[in-house]
């Protein structure tokens, strides 16, 4: 008896000391040999971990104005049983279906959304995004839906939960909307950049997330004696672009203009400063809206053509051919040549009319886009090795350097042991394939001195964080020609729009302005053969001729009229847009007699003092009006806000004692438009571009009388200017200025009425009329005859005259295709 109680007493006792002896090992095993694992965790228990998120950059254009920007958004979300409580299922679905958009299935889908897994399996969630078409909204949307939960709260009676929520967020904003679309990019609703600059600074942009940390205790507040660890949100940088809103803004009007009268595939515009390469304005037609890009239904919108597409120049490339000749010495314009056709080989080719225009000159040959004539120069006396040379020097058939994505290289394939290849190439046919941005480098390098340069579309980056901005800096890439052949080469692409008979860019023509460029036409190819109905036609330039400011290319693709030519159909829109940029940048007409008119508006500037404006963008009006009162200066407040939100002159720009400084104290876009009786038509004009009006003017000098008017939500006015003699006494001046008198009217000795002729061009005017010349075959094939540039110089106009003297604000005309070929 004795003996079982002390075994079962040992057998207890083992027991107990065995749990002990594993209690006492596991004990150890986690606190020493397991400490810092479950440290570790009992840290991350106690610890909070906050993301701060870091604010992406802003993009600007070169004056400040806001192009992309992050601002306020909302995102909608529901609680189905909340919902389900009150019974408000319906009024939840139909009134954010008005409000969303959003259809009703998906809405009432969210709403009445159940748990699928978890103990409360099948019940009615707490908790539900409405992402399709909740998500990111815009503050007038939050608003409404704002109202719509007060509506509720009184229909229910409750103060607090009637199962529809908002939660801030933010997202990226575009204010302009479509204005310089393909060159900003966008970011996707993930908020991925996409495109455009936006995609190609994205790491600059988006900077970096922050983060803190703190110890909390068990409801998640904050301990007193908390050690935190913050590290800051690094913002994004901040993009200074080149691009000038207003001049952007005069590109995308004359456009549209053309893409409604034209009907082509698409058109193309870019414009710069030729002796910098500042990308000035860059446009696409079709284009997008950034803050709907989902609703774009082809995605060839989102392509930036302008260093994207690769097409066929034509005689714009001629410029090339012209350049390398003056730079070797070989171009004589006064030389004759026989025009009209050439054998190359066993190829004849052709100029666009066949039967030529007889011996004449080779300046006259580029004034009238002479196939032969490129021939000569650049395959008999260039050759194909020297010609190729300045194809490269030029910049062709490699990148530019833009900084956009997917910038293409085209294509010089041209084999120099072929001869048609390289005669073909030498007036920008055959195995020539070039981008916009290519061929705008180009002229660029022909008007600044030779120069080829890096264009660029971002002047400057700033760290908000530090505040260093860093500017970018002109970038030459080579010299191509030397300045004494830049400004031979000039003065011949001068006299191809100057000369209003037979110039193949008469239409680009601008009075009081020099012009000078060139027309090109070059026929698609279309399953490897040449469609002669489908072409792309192209106008490439820059003014002041003698002093080159801007310089810029229009290419249209395939207008809906096969025989426009690329002198009637780009080059007027290379007029309209340039005719309002000048003006606009303060570049003023001169005239034969050297001075600029009208001559009252001269005399009384002459007797003004020059100031500049100061800096009133973002002072409160009242603080506005007493510096500029204090200065002397006269103002006019435009709107009813009591902030200066713009001004027009801009911060730093030289005015004119008498001029009047604008201030706009709410959105341009939407205030009325104001009295501009007295104003210079280029201080009329960008006002009413700031305020994105259509305008049409009459006259020169001051405005004198205005006319609004609105359409289809597109707001117009039409100035009647007057000289500032006839502005101030009211007294027209037909009615006593002898300067209008018969006498002072009539053509002088050697002048036409109302037209130029230059040096070495003829007054004949030559219409083709030679059917095949729609008929050639494909250039580089032997045993042919040919013409590779048959639509080259295809139309003209009879009404250069009324052409020439349009003025700078009135709509886009396009010349009938008549008279001598503008190719």
Known sequence: MNKRIKLRTLFIGGCITL???????????????????????????????????????????????????????????????????????????????????????????????????????????????LNSGGRLIDQEKADQINAFVKQLKEKTGQKWDVGVYLSADSKRYYPKNELAAHVIGYTNK????????????????????????????????????????????????????????????????????????????????IAADPNTMEILGMANMPTFNPNKFNEVTDPKDFRNLAVKAIYEPGSTFKIVTLSGAVQENLFNPNATYQSGSIQVGRTTLHDLNHSGWGTISYLEGLKRSSNVAFVNLGYKMLGAERLRKYIDAFGFGEQTGIETPGEAKGAINFHPNIPTEVATAAYGHGLVQVTPIQQLAAISAVANGGKLLTPHLVKSITDPNTGVTENTQTKVVRQVIDSATSEKVRGYLEQVVSDQDIGTGRHAYIDGYRVAGKTGTAVKVINGKYDYTKQVVSFVGFAPANDPKIAMIVVIDQPSDSKLGGGTAAAPVFKKIVSQVLPYMGISKV??????????????????????????????LTDAKKKLLADGISYTTVGSGTKVVKQYPASGVAMTGGQTIYLMTEDPTK????????????????????????????????????VEASSGGRRSVTLTLKSARATVTGVDDTEEDPATSEEATAPKDGETDGKTTSEGSSTDKETSTDPKATESKDPTTSDTQTDSSTTEG??????????????????LEIPEPTGAPTN
């Open 794 to 811: 295809k139309t003209g106009s009879s009404t250069s005259e009324s052409s020439a003297n349009q003025n700078p604000a009135s709509s």
């Open 671 to 706: 205030m009325s438009i104001p009295d501009l009786k007295g104003e210079s038509l280029r201080d009329a004009l960008q006002i009413l571009s700031l305020m994105k009006v259509e305008v049409t003017a009459t006259g020169e000098g001051y405005v004198s009388e205005q």
């Open 19 to 129: 749990f002990f002896a594993v209690l006492i090992t596991k004990v150890f095993w986690l606190q020493v040999v397991q400490s810092g694992d479950w440290t570790d965790k009992a840290i991350k228990q106690w610890t909070a971990n906050s993301n701060i998120s870091a604010k992406r950059g802003t993009i600007t254009d070169r004056n400040g104005n806001d192009l992309a920007m992050d601002a306020p958004a909302y995102n909608v979300a529901l609680n189905p049983r909340v919902i389900d409580k009150y019974g408000i299922k319906g009024d939840v679905v139909s009134q954010l279906h008005a409000i969303l958009g959003t259809d009703e299935t998906e809405i009432e889908k969210q709403a009445t959304s159940v748990l699928t897994s978890g103990d409360e399996i099948g019940q009615l969630r707490t908790w539900r995004e």
């Open 591 to 620: 005239f034969d007699d050297g001075e600029t008119k009208p001559k009252a508006e001269v005399a009384s500037k002459k007797l003004m003092a020059s100031y500049t404006a100061p800096t009133l963008t973002g002072k409160m």
């Open 190 to 269: 993930d908020g991925n950049a996409v495109a455009g600059i936006e995609a190609y600074y994205d790491e600059k942009l988006k900077g970096t997330d922050g983060h803190i940390q703190y110890l909390r205790d068990k409801q998640g507040d904050k301990l007193p004696d908390s050690k935190d660890v913050y590290t800051p949100a690094k913002n994004g940088d901040n993009l200074t672009l080149t691009i000038d809103e207003t001049i952007q803004y005069y590109i995308e009007q004359a456009m549209k203009d053309a893409y409604e009268q034209l009907k082509p595939e698409s058109i193309t515009v």
